[in-house]
């Protein structure tokens, strides 16, 4: 329904909501991603972005590199011991309310890489909010990813993490 | 010309032509192959023999260096064997510039010392870690999987497995 | 004064005066910063806004696959192998294929060598779009990522048909290829190499002559050829100075000396010339793919050695010897004699090279990987002195190091 066809729908009446739904509705609807892009994900991400999948439908295309401009971080491949710190250092300069997207195996889990180098699960520095499956996983995973989180989002209310 | 007496050894391995030299003649064997055409480095590594069952090596460490004529189109592989804590050898940096980067991921990974090098400091590890991931008697680390049967030989050095 | 800027690195200001009458600035740059084309780390320093030094710092996509390979058997190989290089698997698994069959002493059939020139060609193609486009989107020309993309979507749809996965398609391994070409992808492939050269049209029709992106590219980043072979780089990078080395050319593999190719190259040694290049070698993959194609022989994919490689799925209903076969090969794995070997292939980025040390068990002893993007980030400083700091984007662009490919 369009803006103008609602409008003519509502006449004079009005519309009653709860100030959280009405919050969440909002949020849900503009989450900014903060691009944290590391490895093979990080370019499935930007498939996400592009024409064929066009993540703007669900007004995320807004892809931030600035942390203080961002509402949800996806963690797009394998952390190192390296990046940990710079990881968590970033996660805590962004603004609440935030949420984090762990995407693939790498980030959710270690992955294939069960060993030294890597954080076995970026859970471990951040909480993670949805994890996404597959190495890498595909747009339209991403994509359902984000949906699942907007749900969310939208359930919180005006308090999202106690 | 690389001269015979630099040469301790050399063969074939898999269609390879190496040579095997002495450590300390490392930096003077480069030099010499530089001046006869081999003017890339294609790469440098190092090769850790520990528990090696075969016995055919004289040391634990076995630095590589590959070396390619880009106008014969020869490659050559230049093996030197050290041992000691650190393992010490000398820089070829100032021969070939790529080293500089690869002989500090072999002190990073091995723990090898490149005496002459600039700035022989961690690459690929955080500053403060302790210990040289590629070594054999470093375990994989990661995490116990559950329910798996290769969690033994997984989680341990393979001097012990 | 000595400042800590933290991971333990430390920047000394040395007060020193620059040309414009200033102290000199070190700035940071990365690890997360959108145009350092993963999480490349910069020390700066600054006169104005000139690069006087620059030192990078890399490691922070460090993953540890090298120490992985010694722990997984010969055949799981090949799935650590397709992430290192991130944009261009095929190559990673063909260098690591190439070294490993060097010390079994096997050479694969004809079909399995043209598919797998199929695969490296087609991810030629798609890690440079790649490179076109986030190095577009760098240089002020959006729309190049939404075009390349494009593209790049039908090469990961081919991928996906022929090996049933997007990226990481492990799709050459040690003794052939993972399966035969389906008819779809043929046909899909077919399409691609009418539709490809038209497309590099359009990517030129929007750079080539505009003049932002020649502004921004021109002059930018010189590397003389001299500088560029003692520095060590490959691929484009030292094509884009004039030199006309490809090992697909120089040290012919995988029968690449059966298909008619130029190698591309650019006098112009800055960021424009090493863009010109991989317009080219895009439109040369076509070419490859094209006679790939029509040639494309018949036959099987894989060796025939069931020690090496399992027995076809329906052999073993009627087979016992192909079962216990196929229960060794996925229990034990197979064991490799002892020995060392090292295979080279020319990826979209360089050399890509695999060394593997074999102790005679199931296990290697030694994986490593002479990464292309690792040599080629060392000219950088080189590259970048004396350019403005908005110009070491573009160098770094045109650098194209994958930083799974430089950490490891």
Known sequence: MGVEALAESLGQNILTTTLGKLIGWGRGNSVWPLQFGLACCAIEMIHTATASVDIARFGSEAMRASPRQADMMIVSGRVSQKMAPILRTIYDQMPEPKWVISMGACASTGGVFNNYALLQGVDKIVPVDVYVPGCPPRPEDLLNALMILQERIKAQGITPRQ | ??????????????????????????????GALKEEGYRLLVFLTCVDHLADSSGQFPARFEVVYELRNMETRELIRVRAFIDGDPPRIDSVHDLFPPANWDERETFDMFGVVFAGHPDLTRILMPDDWVGHPLRRDFPVGGEVVEFSEEHETWQTAPEKA | MTTEIGQGITVTKTGEQGAFGGELLTINFGPHHPSTHGVLRLIVDLDGEQVRRLKPVIGYLHTGIEKQAEALRWQQVVVVTDRHDYLSPPFNNLSYALAVEKLLGVEVPPRANALRVIMCELTRISSHLVWLGTSGIE??????????????????????EISGFRMHTSYIRPGGVMADATPRFLELLDRFCNQMPGNIDEYEALLTMNPIFRSRTIGIGRLPAEDAK?????????????????????????????????????????????????????????????????????????????????????????SMEAVIHHFKLFTEGYTVPAGDAYAAVESGRGENGCYVVSDGTHKPRRVKFRSASFVNLQPLERMAMNHMVADMVAIIGTADAVLGDVDR
């Open chain 3, 230 to 318: 003692v520095l060590g780089a490959t691929g484009p990078m030292l094509r884009g100075s004039g030199v006309p080395w490809d090992l697909r050319k120089s040290m012919p593999y995988s029968g690449y000396e059966s298909y008619d190719f130029e190698v591309a190259t650019s006098d112009l040694c800055d960021c424009y010339g090493r863009y010109l290049v991989r317009i080219k070698e895009m439109r040369e993959s076509v070419k490859i793919l094209r006679q790939a194609l029509d040639g494309l022989p018949d036959g099987p994919v894989n060796i025939d050695d069931r020690k090496v490689l399992p027995p076809p799925r329906e052999e073993l209903e009627t």
């Open chain 3, 139 to 160: 240089l002020g020309a959006s729309t190049m990522l939404m075009y390349c993309f494009r593209e790049r979507d039908t090469i990961l749809d081919m991928n996906e």
């Open chain 2, 1 to 30: 010309m690389i001269s015979d007496n630099l040469i301790l050894e050399r063969g074939v391995s898999a269609g390879d032509a190496w040579i095997a030299v002495a450590p300390e003649n490392v930096h003077m064997a480069l």
